[in-house]
Antibody, heavy 122, light 107 residues
Framework: EVQLVDSAGGVVKPGGSLRLSCVGS????????FAWVRQAPGKGLEWVSL????????YYADSVKGRFTISRDNAKNSLYLQMNSLRAEDTAVYYC???????????????WGLGTLVTVSS | EIVMTQSPATLSVSPGERATLSCTAS??????LAWYQQRPGQAPRLLIH???TRATGIPARFSGSGSETEFTLTISGLQSEDFAVYYC?????????FGQGTKLEIK
């Protein structure tokens, strides 16, 4: 069974940093691209970042470019999101999601984690 | 950035009836369009990819159509578990983008 398990989020002060992680199981982690998608309270989905299977390709939304860094460790079946210079508007549930077929151009998300809440507040 | 616009924002339909949800892209995405369902307190679930291909395990009452800039998600014979929020997403250009969602509520 495919599973994506997000780490716990937390409360961070504006300007602070936080690292999210997501562990995959039930499939060959190293062959898939992964993404982070967030959802502010009561709002819609926002695509944040995506990383290819081999880390050759990385993309970011303009809203987080220069502040967030996506990475992965295939040996640990893990995806990460390092979030720096956090702002109140970064408050959201953050989901990790598996990209079905990045190399084939079909990087829609076929599996999602349960999400983790990040709150940026003083 | 491609802007995805969904309409209506809220749709009220009776159980057993048909719901039609729309998604418009600001520029062509060909058929690189997915639909997701999100129930309250849950993660999104993939319904449709390639504009019209149902994902594994998705009932036949869900159907998608369209290409280029205009897309439709149709749900026939609405069941109680279908009342949720639906999002479209393009995967043609970077950054990928979602529509703002359509809330399907019970009439």
């Amino acid at each position: 069974e495919v599973q994506l398990v997000d780490s716990a989020g937390g409360v961070v002060k504006p300007g602070g940093s936080l690292r999210l992680s997501c562990v995959g199981s039930g499939f060959t982690f190293s062959t898939y691209g992964f993404a982070w998608v967030r959802q502010a309270p009561g709002k819609g989905l926002e695509w944040v970042s995506l990383i290819s299977s081999s880390t050759d390709y990385i993309y970011y939304a303009d809203s987080v470019k220069g502040r967030f860094t996506i990475s992965r460790d295939n040996a640990k079946n893990s995806l990460y999101l390092q979030m720096n210079s956090l702002r109140a508007e970064d408050t959201a549930v953050y989901y990790c999601a598996r990209a079905y077929d990045f190399w084939g151009g079909s990087d829609y998300f076929d599996y999602w984690g349960l999400g983790t809440l990040v709150t940026v507040s003083s | 950035e491609i802007v995805m616009t969904q309409s209506p924002a809220t749709l009220s339909v009776s159980p057993g009836e048909r719901a039609t949800l729309s998604c418009t892209a600001s520029q062509s995405v060909r058929t690189n369009l997915a639909w997701y369902q999100q129930r309250p307190g849950q993660a999104p679930r993939l319904l449709i990819h390639g504009a019209s291909t149902r994902a594994t395990g998705i009932p036949a009452r869900f159907s998608g159509s369209g290409s280029e800039t205009e897309f439709t998600l149709t749900i026939s014979g609405l069941q109680s578990e279908d009342f949720a929020v639906y999002y479209c997403q393009q995967y043609k250009s970077w950054p990928r983008t979602f529509g703002q969602g359509t809330k399907l509520e019970i009439k």
